[in-house]
């Protein structure tokens, strides 16, 4: 579905049309889904009929080679999703009754069923499957040169009640009770084991959503060895108050906490929304905030309406948000980056096979008449900034104010000062904020810059003195001009990015 037109995208189309904009954009990796064959397009690849081939109908395995080669030339990492929780149900073109019996790679009998995915569910007790699934990674990265692996559902694997409908509330029992499926978690264990020995680049990430102690642990800590666990919390939230909570109401406290909720030495990945919040039923963030405004409302010809004002200003604001406090490596679903309008739909005969909801306007972004470009500008100077600062690599954010009243939010991060103003109406002038350090701030990100569709508010020369007026719990404040809607990124002068001496 990168394809503009209305087609399935080839390997070397998004080699020779995709690429390049990741890594102009100043990404470091692509995650890329739906590699292994499936015979349901609509499944988003996620139900597996044959694990060592790649899907065909978006070319050869030369071809996805030359995609991988590609990103490489780019200087990206490039990740698969692989899915080892599941597989599909298919007799004729899949591993299910295999040698006429339910049980030669999955469970016999309920328990080799997942009746709300409906697909079978590997034995990871049996040797032979535990050989089978392991061969699957080491082939994908011998032979086509994967850096590594995002698993798919693996909260699915590691409870025999597959997370249905379950809430943790995050006792121990939770975690290691009779619930848990010890096998599954032997698995994910030698699997990271045999990855991170094999290939000490390797990068693997989980998409666990119980928060599992010791997910993200090194194998040598008694951990289960992934290097990052997706923190899928954070585009609940942000689709929840859109959906349900008007933003003169958001909380900041709540939304910070959101934000840094994670175990202690566990490294996730943030993002803002992906697939799962745009299918059919639903809709992306900038469709959420703008909705059918979005059809009329994006020309740069005509002044824009309050509606498409607040929703240029408030996705900006959650985009940098995520990336600055919400964890360790950010994500973006393709053509998020500039607000991609409706939702997805995969061809189906409730659609008469339509394409129109399964493809990325692209072109949105590229025409200098419509305000897509200016939220593209921005995600581009936040990466490039990220890569100056280094903010995703350092400790966390020391979190120094959250004032629901204000809906101020500010913190430190990486040797820079992030503060937003969620306020709709509100502007603010001689607001101080408590800074950890001395010396001088300037501005190296405004979000209201003209450049980014906003209105230029804040004089980008202007220097800010700390004094020592001690709040929030530091020694030292600056006095800021927070215009409503708006966030701001300051920098110390002359101070060194995150680990430079």
């Known amino acids: 579905m990168s394809s503009a037109k209305g087609k399935i995208n080839s390997y070397r189309e998004f080699a020779e049309e995709v690429i390049p904009h990741i890594a102009q954009m100043g990404y470091t990796a692509v995650q890329i889904m739906a590699i292994t064959e499936h015979a349901y397009y609509a499944s988003f690849g996620y139900q597996v009929t044959n694990f060592f081939a790649c899907a065909s109908r978006s070319g050869t395995p030369s071809d996805l080679q030359y995609l991988v080669d590609e990103a490489h030339r780019h200087g990206l990492y490039v990740l698969m999703d692989v899915v080892h929780a599941h597989a599909s149900k298919n007799v004729l073109d899949g591993l299910n009754m295999f040698d006429g019996t339910d049980h030669l790679y999955f469970h016999g009998g309920p328990r080799g069923i997942h009746n709300l995915w409906d697909s079978r569910l590997f034995n990871y007790g049996s040797w032979e499957v535990m050989r089978f699934l392991l061969s699957n990674l080491r082939y994908f990265v011998e032979f ?14 590691i409870y025999h009640h597959h997370g249905l409908n379950c809430n943790f509330a995050g006792g121990y029992p939770e975690y290691f009770g009779p619930s848990v499926d010890g096998d599954a978690l032997a698995y994910l264990t030698l699997a990271n084991y045999m990855l991170h020995q094999l290939y000490p680049s390797i990068i693997t990430i989980g998409e666990e959503v119980s928060c599992m102690p010791g997910l993200c642990r090194p194998t040598a800590d008694g951990g289960i060895g992934f290097d990052y666990r997706l923190a899928m919390s954070i585009p609940d939230k942000w689709i929840e108050l859109l959906k349900k909570t008007p933003d003169e109401q958001w909380d900041m406290e709540n939304l910070a906490f959101t934000m840094q909720n994670r175990r202690y030495k566990e490294a996730v990945v943030a993002y803002a929304e992906s697939h799962d919040q745009a299918l059919v039923g639903d809709k992306t963030i900038a469709f959420w905030l703008m909705d059918k405004e979005m059809y009329t409302g994006m020309s740069t010809t ?5 509606i498409i004002e607040r929703g240029i200003a408030l ?23 500039f607000g991609h309008p409706e939702w997805i739909d995969f061809p189906r005969a409730g659609n008469n096979s339509s394409f129109h909801y399964c ?8 025409d200098p008449l419509l305000r897509y470009k200016d939220l593209l500008a921005f995600e581009r100077v936040m990466n490039n900034l990220e890569e100056s600062y280094h903010w995703l690599p350092s400790p966390s954010a020391w979190v120094t104010l959250k004032n629901s009243g204000d809906k101020v939010l500010a913190f430190e991060r990486g040797g820079l000062l992030f503060v937003f103003n969620f306020h709709p109406s509100r502007s603010f002038t001689d607001y101080r904020i408590g800074v950890m ?3 001088q701030y300037r501005l190296v990100l405004d979000s209201d810059a003209e ?14 003195q700390a ?12 006095m800021l001009y927070l215009p409503a809607r708006t966030a701001q990124v300051y920098a110390r002068v002359d101070a060194p990015a995150y680990g430079h001496s």
């Open 437 to 439: 350090h001395p010396g």
């Open 144 to 157: 086509y040169h994967f850096d590594g692996f995002r698993f798919d559902g693996v909260m699915s694997m």
């Open 302 to 306: 005509t002044p824009a309406n309050g």
């Open 315 to 337: 996705h900006k604001m959650i985009r940098l948000l995520t990336c600055a406090l919400g964890g360790e490596a950010y994500l973006t679903f393709m053509g998020n980056e």
């Open 451 to 464: 450049i980014f569709g906003g209105h230029h508010r804040i004089d980008p020369n202007v220097v800010h």
């Open 467 to 478: 004094d020592n007026y001690a709040i929030h719990g530091h020694f030292h404040s600056v």
């Open 359 to 366: 493809r990325r306007q692209w072109g949105l972004a590229k």
